[in-house]
């Protein structure tokens, strides 16, 4: 009974809408008329046949492995930084890079569209210190839009993932740095030898969480690029939205993509768990 209002929102917001969705996607959904015809598995076909979903993958995909590792290892650099500062300088340290991961999306994502625009700091600082210039903003250009987001991603969640390393190293007996510095060991042997090892049920926790927010990149997409130039941009879950809400009666084949999408993030948390925890 205590639980019973807890249960009854996430039936209502989480089992229902999950449900109804898996039974969309074996439907030709009239959103109009609500009304809807079942078709089986063509859906799933058209999903499979289509090359917008294929692009969308290739673009997720380099999201996601080029972002993770990245986002990963800043943040454990920027943890292992701050952890030996003085307590005020820490302290604002933290703070400091853990406010852009508190920030609205939205927000920075116009901010960053303003500083990727042709007549943008970006463009002026590169040509100040002699790098090429982007001719058509960095976000009009295919080869450098996704890049661009993915650099802004990067410098969004490296704060958030550093506070949980920051955690993390808070678990690590004292007692083990304290036997390896009687032991001669350097600053690098103890984060090799004690740090890493220890952080290993973070670092599973950060990469896991951290590559099922990168497959499901939508904010920065639908406000900066609206997944152009050319679909350069153009994400599983942006590709969702657009067939589901841009498209006109394809609520039921964007339901079917929702859970292929669930699906492929399934197998790749599951083959994430089992390597971390072997390694």
Known sequence: MLILPWLLVLTVFWVYPLGHALYL??????????????????????VFASESFYNALLNTTIFTFGTVPVTTALALALAVA???????????????????????????????????????YVNTLAGMVGLPQSQRGWLNEPG???????????????GYYMVLFLAGMETIPKDLYESAELSGASRWQQFVRITLPMLRPTMLFVVVINTIKSFQVFVEVYVMTKGGPLGATQTLV????????????????ASALAYVIFVVLLLLSFVQMNVLKRS
């Open 25 to 46: 996607s074996f439907t030709k959904y009239q959103t109009l008329s609500n009304t809807s015809e079942w078709i089986g598995l063509a859906n799933y076909r058209e």
């Open 82 to 120: 701050v952890r030996r500062r003085t307590p005020i300088v820490a302290t604002f340290f933290r703070s400091a890079f853990f406010l852009p991961s508190v920030t609205s999306l939205v927000v920075i994502a116009l901010i960053f569209f303003n500083l990727y625009a042709q007549d943008g």
């Open 144 to 158: 450098t839009a996704l890049a661009s987001i993915m650099a802004m991603d990067v410098w969004i969640s490296a």
């Open 238 to 253: 942006y590709e969702v939205y657009h067939q589901a809400f841009e498209q006109s009666d394809r609520m039921g084949y």
